[in-house]
């Protein structure tokens, strides 16, 4: 994992971030990796909570949560350590590049992302329609597209990451029972919120820390709101209303 740089914002972006600490009240990482292991583990053993929390692009405009509630829940004891590995590894530079706010946004409109993708995939194949999902990846992969934005944006070599990439969603393309439309979704999401992110907190000539940060936060409202919307426009379009 040596392609994962923690200093990858330029200096000017990067002095308006704050280096999160692992397991001490300030890392968003930490929190996510908690809670998603306790939620995982109690539905592993009490399965209701794993059918509330679970996606299916047929409960998509009823139960709108499970867009971003699926990354809680796994499909093994394996599936969810791999996964939370994978969360330490990447998410802790990331977080450390962005800041707190930030990755939970990008983490968050990630897996939303991720789940549309399985819903759009469904206009292909309708079986997909009422197929179950459970896992991280999309937002995970959402996150080692912020690391090429990240290394792009500060003109590092991105040769290996891009192959890590290419490795991964291949990996979900040719092995079965692994959604390579919540990997593409969340990857294509996390790469357009990440640019966004970086880009908005640069330094404006004329602009206040204060007012860009406002920016930020506005942007970042409207991408939610973007996606719940699409979450409803291809839901409906599917089902010919």
């Keep these: 994992m040596g392609t994962i740089c923690p200093e ?24 996510i990796l908690v809670v998603t292991v306790i939620v995982s583990a109690i539905a592993m053993v009490f399965r209701p909570l794993q059918g ?14 499970r867009l971003l509630s699926v990354v809680l829940v796994h499909g093994g004891i394996l599936h969810l350590a791999l996964n939370m ?9 990331v977080e450390r590049a962005l800041g707190a706010w930030r990755y939970l946004v990008l983490y968050a409109s990630s897996a939303i992302g991720g789940s549309l993708f399985v819903l759009l995939w469904s206009f292909v194949d309708s079986g ?5 999902n459970v896992g991280a990846s999309g937002a995970l992969f959402g996150l080692f597209a912020a690391i090429f934005v990240l290394q792009k944006s500060s003109g590092a070599d991105t040769r290996a990451i891009s192959v890590l990439l290419i490795i991964n969603l291949a990996y979900g393309f040719i ?28 330094p404006v000539p004329g602009k206040t820390y204060r007012a860009q940060t406002r920016n930020s936060v506005l942007a970042s409202v409207g991408v939610f709101v973007a996606l719940i919307a699409l979450n409803y426009l291809l839901y409906f379009a599917l089902i010919g209303f």
Excluded: D
Aim: include cysteine.
């Design 8 to 31: 990858c914002a330029n200096e000017s972006t990067r002095a308006r971030l704050r280096k999160p600490q692992f397991f001490q009240g300030k890392s968003v990482t930490a929190w």
């Design 52 to 65: 509330a929390l679970l996606y299916a692009p047929v409960l998509s405009a009823s139960q709108p949560w």
């Design 85 to 93: 590995l994978t969360l330490y590894i990447v998410g802790t530079p």
């Design 128 to 132: 997909s329609f009422v197929t179950a």
């Design 175 to 202: 092995v079965s029972g692994v959604s390579w439309q919540a990997h593409l979704g969340g990857m294509i999401t996390g790469a357009l919120v990440s640019w966004m992110l970086i880009r908005l907190a640069r």
